[in-house]
């Protein structure tokens, strides 16, 4: 009983000193405003990242020491968020700007972010993100200024390290398919100045060799990233040589491939790929040689037999027996002519008769021959007794002559 009375009186003599909720949140407020967590620099993995349908970014920075883990709060607002260069993503690790405070209707302190960027590799990953931007504006990329490979070489430039297994490998593959001269430019393909040699090894070979292959074996990131410099990929896509871009392996992807005229997965395979194969190009030839004897052997055959078929056509006594028979043919063309054009004039001799007949029948003076004549009155045919009158002069016009005569008397026949 005494104990627990002078608990309670303990907690009657504290009573003057209980905070409220939000006095607790202002002095821890006030806490924050350290300058030490106002403007800081902090590098963690990104976990439960939530982007807002508002266009706010809600996510944790984590970082695993000692099989302890640590966790801190984040949020970026819309507004900071849009200036993003990349998107993030769960297990990405980034490096935010930001500072820290109480978040007091929730009860806790989460750090408010003003920047974010890829911690080490990944600023690599976004500069090659912008130069890709640069260059393609630049034109380095487009597809129709590749051009093609040439089918034969006579002349392989490689621009690779010295040493290494990249140039044995490409100097067996292209000595066991096709045997031509090798060059090497050689270069440095990784390090801080790896791009100057490796684009002044490409301008080296340019216009000296048919064909450069620029190549190194596999790597990380960091290895390749020569490769994606804008000093080698405009020397690729400025060369007047083609280009056959084999960096890394197959799933390893540069800008050089994209400006080079041709990309292979490995530099074996570039080998392959810029030079033919001697034993298919032999078997192509024998084929083709057998395809050529078998086309020469029927033309051959066919033009024989066209010969004989001629040789009989021209033979004398053909010729004369062809003659002969045009001779006739052409006799009796002659006499069916001869025969067709008396027909036709027979046939106009009797329709001509026919219409002198007919015209003779109509003819004026034949009426007249026949002891008629016409009278005419003032120059115009008299049709009818009734056009005269006694004293009119009227000139009769006989066959073979004209008379004047003057009507003394004029009679109409009453039934006409």
Known sequence: MVSGQG????????????LRVSELSSIIK???????????????????????SRG????????RAFDEASVIHCVMWQSQGQKLSFTPEDGMHVIVRGYVDVYQAAGKYQLYVHEMRLAGAGEKYLLVEQWKKELAAEGCFLEERKRELPK?????????????????????????????????????????????????????LDGHVDIIIVARGGGSFEDLFPFNHPEVVRAIATSSTPVVSAVGHEVDT?????????????PSA????????????????????????????????????????????????????????RRQYIEDQRERLLVSVNNKISSGRLTLAEIRSGLSGKNPLAVLARGYCVAEKQGSVVRS??????????VLRLVDGRGEAVMENVRYDEKI
């Open 30 to 52: 006030e806490i924050f405003l350290d300058e030490r967590l106002q403007d800081i620099f902090v590098e963690g993995e990104i976990t439960n990242y939530k982007h807002h």
């Open 270 to 325: 570039a080998a392959e790929l810029v030079v033919p194969d001697r034993a298919v190009l032999t078997a192509t030839l024998r084929d083709y040689t057998r395809t050529m004897e078998t086309i020469l052997v029927n033309r051959h055959d066919r033009a024989c037999r066209e010969l004989e078929t001629l040789r009989e056509r021209l033979h004398p006594r053909r010729l004369i027996r062809r003659v002969a028979d």
């Open 385 to 394: 007794a009734r056009s005269l009158g006694k004293g009119d002069r009227i």
């Open 152 to 204: 034969f070489p006579c002349t392989v430039g490689v621009v690779t390290s010295k040493t290494g297994a990249v140039l044995q490998d490409i100097r067996n593959v292209i000595n066991r398919r096709y045997p031509v001269r090798i060059i090497l430019s050689p270069t440095a393909v990784q390090g801080e100045t790896a791009h100057l040699e490796i684009a002044e090894a490409i301008r080296r």
């Open 7 to 18: 608990t309670l009186d303990r907690w009657q003599e504290q009573s003057d000193r209980v």
């Open 254 to 266: 540069t800008l050089a491939d994209y400006a080079a005229d041709a990309r292979a997965p490995t």
């Open 56 to 63: 706010h970014r809600y996510f944790s920075l984590s970082e």
